[in-house]
Nanobody, 128 residues
Framework: QVQLVESGGGLVQAGGSLRLSCAAS????????MGWFRQAPGKEREFVAV????????RYADSVKRRFTISRDNAKNAVYLQMNSLKPEDTAVYYC?????????????????????WGQGTQVTVSS
């Protein structure tokens, strides 16, 4: 069983930055893709960014490209999301997810149904 715990959320003014962290325990995830998704009030959960097992391949939603950066540290079994130039529309609960069904998949999936482990989420609120 894998547990994912997010941290680093909070309240920030527009234009500011936050760094989200996701720590995994239970099993090593160094051979699997991980990602970040978010859900804003009244909206469905959406894809934000994913990273492959090696950390080399990343994919981003158009809305966050050039502002957010996903990274991972396999030695620490962790994934991060650096968020810069935050906008009020980035306000959401951010979820960390792991795809432990696709061993060493080079191009990580962007569809949330491919991810079988999820954290509890961390709130990010961006004020205008």
């Amino acid at each position: 069983q894998v547990q994912l715990v997010e941290s680093g959320g909070g309240l920030v003014q527009a234009g500011g930055s936050l760094r989200l962290s996701c720590a995994a325990s239970g099993r090593t995830l160094s051979n699997y893709a991980m990602g970040w998704f978010r859900q804003a009030p009244g909206k469905e959960r959406e894809f934000v960014a994913v990273i492959n097992f090696s950390g080399i391949v990343t994919r981003y939603a158009d809305s966050v490209k050039r502002r957010f950066t996903i990274s991972r540290d396999n030695a620490k079994n962790a994934v991060y999301l650096q968020m810069n130039s935050l906008k009020p529309e980035d306000t959401a609960v951010y979820y960390c997810a792991a795809d432990q069904t696709s061993y060493k998949l080079w191009i990580p999936y962007q569809q949330e149904e491919k991810y079988n482990y999820w954290g509890q989420g961390t709130q990010v609120t961006v004020s205008s």
